[in-house]
């Protein structure tokens, strides 16, 4: 027994399961010990039970949350990458955007998302816009921080060798900045979720959101933590792709490389 726990506690990709494990087993003996009632805290087991009873809504319910996640993060993307170009290529035009970016994050989105349901209404866009308000600042920093960390050596010498703004872009600047920009995209979609349930929260009548109101309303824990787990093993599954797509794009990356003689 103590062997097969050293052998996952050596392994990187059952370590997150491992601790998965001890925290339900240490929520389970909490709730027997203090006799904790199922309507304030509910005991692992009722969570398990009403993912299961309750799959088919869930799975329905997540879509519209799934739809409104993508959409947003693909126009935090869209948008977030080209102004921190434009930012990192001007010292003007930072100083005009940067503050209006910054001044943008210190207004609560739950506060202007009731705003988005009466210009749009209730359908899909007053999410996918409170998803890309949460998703377009981290992508915009992060991708302004790779591109100025570039060594300013490097560029010289492309330009000593009579390399153009263009290809100096293409061989030099981007792939330098492609795991600063992944870092802020990793961010980015996470956040995504967060804004598409935000969304959801002011006005729908779908998503994971609508389905956490019900249960709230109705005192039905289980039911709220069961879309809880929904929504986190969304977040965790959108992670995990664009960690995939960094690999497979950025091989040649140090971290990339760490992990592959880890492996080894």
Excluded at 8 to 30: C, N, Q, Y
Excluded at 113 to 131: M, N, R, S, Y
């Amino acid at each position: 027994m103590l062997g097969t726990l050293k052998k996952l506690a050596s392994s990187e990709a059952a370590r997150p399961l491992l601790l998965v494990a001890v925290i339900l087993v240490g929520w389970d003996i909490g709730v027997r010990i203090f006799k904790i009632p199922p309507y304030l805290i509910p005991a692992p087991s009722l969570v398990v039970e009403q993912v299961v009873a309750q799959w088919p809504l869930l799975l329905r319910e997540s879509l519209p949350t799934l739809y409104a996640t993508l959409g947003g993060f693909l126009l935090s993307a869209l948008f977030g990458i080209p102004v921190a170009l434009l930012i990192a290529s001007s010292r003007t035009i930072e100083s005009y955007l940067y503050p209006i970016l910054v001044f943008s994050q210190s207004v609560p989105k739950i506060a202007v998302a009731p705003l988005f349901v009466v210009w749009f209404g209730f359908g899909i866009v007053p999410k996918i816009i409170a998803a890309f308000l949460l998703g377009f600042f981290p992508v915009v920093v992060a991708t302004v921080l790779a591109l100025k960390s570039i060594d300013a050596e490097m560029i010289d010498l492309a330009r000593s060798m009579r390399a153009g703004p263009v290809r100096t872009f293409l061989r030099i600047r981007l792939p330098h900045a492609l795991p600063g920009i992944f870092g802020g995209l990793k961010v980015s979609i996470t956040l995504a979720v967060v804004g598409a349930v935000v969304g959801e929260f002011v006005g729908s009548n779908s998503g994971i959101g609508y389905v956490l109101q019900i249960a709230n309303g109705n005192f039905d824990l289980p039911l709220m933590f069961a879309a809880l787990f929904v929504l986190s093993m969304m977040g965790v599954i959108l992670f995990t792709a664009l960690d995939l797509l960094e690999h497979l794009l950025i091989p040649w990356h140090a971290s990339r490389r760490t992990d592959a003689a880890g492996a080894a």
